[in-house]
Nanobody
Framework: QVQLVESGGGLVQPGGSLRLSCAASGSIFSINAMAWYRQAPGKQREMVAAITSGGGTHYADSVKGRFTISRDNAKNTVYLQMNSLKLEDTAIYYC?????????WGQGTQVTVSS
């Protein structure tokens, strides 16, 4: 099993920045890819950004050019740098890991963009 713990959420004004962190522990050797998802009130959970074990990345169209996903293998941590935040980025952000034979989710961290 893999445990994921997110941190870094908070309240920020439009145009501001935040960096989310997701620390993985447990059977980290079984992680294939990791991603950030988000879920806004009344909406379905959606993929925001993903990164493969080889470092390949993929972004939702809504965040391209503003968000950057990265990973530090030495720290078993994945980051989501969020710049130029918009009101519509407000959501609970979840870390996700694709494992050899299962998946794992973090508990989520709240990001609120408000003036």
């Amino acid at each position: 099993q893999v445990q994921l713990v997110e941190s870094g959420g908070g309240l920020v004004q439009p145009g501001g920045s935040l960096r989310l962190s997701c620390a993985a522990s447990g059977s980290i050797f079984s992680i294939n890819a990791m991603a950030w998802y988000r879920q806004a009130p009344g909406k379905q959970r959606e993929m925001v950004a993903a990164i493969t074990s080889g470092g390949g990345t993929h972004y939702a169209d809504s965040v391209k050019g503003r968000f950057t996903i990265s990973r530090d293998n030495a720290k078993n941590t994945v980051y989501l740098q969020m710049n130029s935040l918009k009101l519509e980025d407000t959501a609970i952000y979840y870390c996700y890991a694709d494992l050899d034979d299962s998946t794992s989710w973090g508990q989520g961290t709240q990001v609120t963009v408000s003036s």
